[in-house]
Every structure is written in C-alpha cells, then in structure tokens.
C-alpha cells in the first residue's frame, strides 16, 4: 500500500474541500496512466485541508483503512485499484483558499425541463464544471427546499477531460437523500453523478 500527504485548499468562501478537488487531486497521481471504471464516492464533508492519500491494487489490505471520509475505485491499465482519503487535524496549519467563481460556468449553460446544457466552453475542469452544473439544476427544479445540495458519488467508466458539450440530466429522486443524473457528451451518456441535500 502506498500512502501519499495531500494538501487540499478551500474554493472561494467555502471551508470544506469540494469534491472535484478530490476527483482532480486522485487523478494527479495516475496523470501518465490509462483510468476507466472511475467510481468515486464521498461519505463525510472533508473540513481539514491536511489529507492522506492511501492507494492499493488489494482490497484486503485497503480494509485496513478504517476510517476515511472518501472513496475511489478505478482501474489503472486495466489493474483494479482502492483509494481511500483521510482527513488530518492541524489546527496550527493556516488555512488556504483560491478564487472560484460558479457563475462563470453557470452563465454559459441554460436549463429546460429536467436539463441542464452547457452552451459554450467552460473555464474550469470537466469535474467542476459538472458539478456546478448539477448543482444549478436541482436549484431550479427544487426551489422551495432548504439545505445544501452536496456532490456525493460519481460513476465514470471512462475519465474524461472535455469542457464544452456537456449536458447533465436529472433522472431520479430519492425524497432529496440521494438524486442520479446523468452526464452527457455530445448527446451521448458517459457517466453518472449522485447529490445528496444536507439539511
């Protein structure tokens, strides 16, 4: 098992690690390798920006790992690979933030129905974009519920990287603990991802 240090900082006002940074800072240690059978899934709001990272081919040995607040599995060149993210207390560490601005995604995208297209390209990172997207979406069609809607689960059978094209549409509604879209690239299913409202 190999056990990296990683440093998350904060997006914008936020003081929890958003999960396209966790997405995006798993696939910094694969950046050379072929991934497919991407499934992400986040069990607890990540609040220390100190993490360890945890990566093994052996699930017997990545059961070691008891306590996590987040969880991927993927294949790296074909080879099922477990990683699993620990937040770390350091209540002496000073705490890092960087400029991210949701409207410059959502001002390029248009909702109908059920769906939400992206018109024009995007700024940020396929992951961000998204979840930005989703997020809008179920802000819109659940207008008159309170809470925070929360991105918890992701199922990519092929990581993608593209910024443009990108359409999300809401398919299920489990009475706000857990709602499905899907993620569409020219019109073509390509992926799923999971909210859940925090209340």
């Not at 074909?78 to 933030?97: F, M, P, Y």
């Not at 248009?110 to 769906?115: F, I, L, Q, R």
Request: aromatic content about 12%; glycine content about 2%; charged content about 25%.
């Amino acid at each position: 098992m190999i056990e990296k240090d990683v440093k998350f900082q904060f997006k914008g006002s936020r003081n929890y690690v958003q999960g396209p940074d966790i997405f995006n800072e798993i696939l910094t240690f694969f950046s050379s390798e072929e991934i497919s059978d991407l499934q992400l899934n986040i069990y607890k709001v990540i609040r220390s920006q100190i993490c360890k990272a945890y990566f093994s081919n052996s699930e017997s040995q990545i059961r070691n790992i008891e306590q996590y607040e987040a969880q991927c599995t993927l294949k790296v060149n074909g080879e099922l690979t477990w990683v699993r993210i620990v937040s770390k207390s350091d209540n002496q560490a000073a705490i890092i933030s960087y400029p991210y601005d949701e409207e410059k995604v959502l001002s390029l995208c248009k909702v109908y129905d059920n769906t939400i297209n992206l018109l024009e390209k995007s700024p940020y990172t396929f992951i961000e974009t998204v979840v930005a997207m989703n997020k809008y979406l179920h802000q819109c069609l659940f207008q008159s519920v309170e809470g925070r809607w929360l991105f918890v689960r992701l199922d990519l059978p092929k990581v993608l990287y593209d910024r443009d094209c990108i359409s999300v549409v809401l398919k299920h509604n489990l009475n706000y603990r857990l709602t499905k879209s899907e993620i569409h690239l020219k019109n073509i299913v390509i992926g799923e991802i999971y909210f859940s409202l925090s209340t």
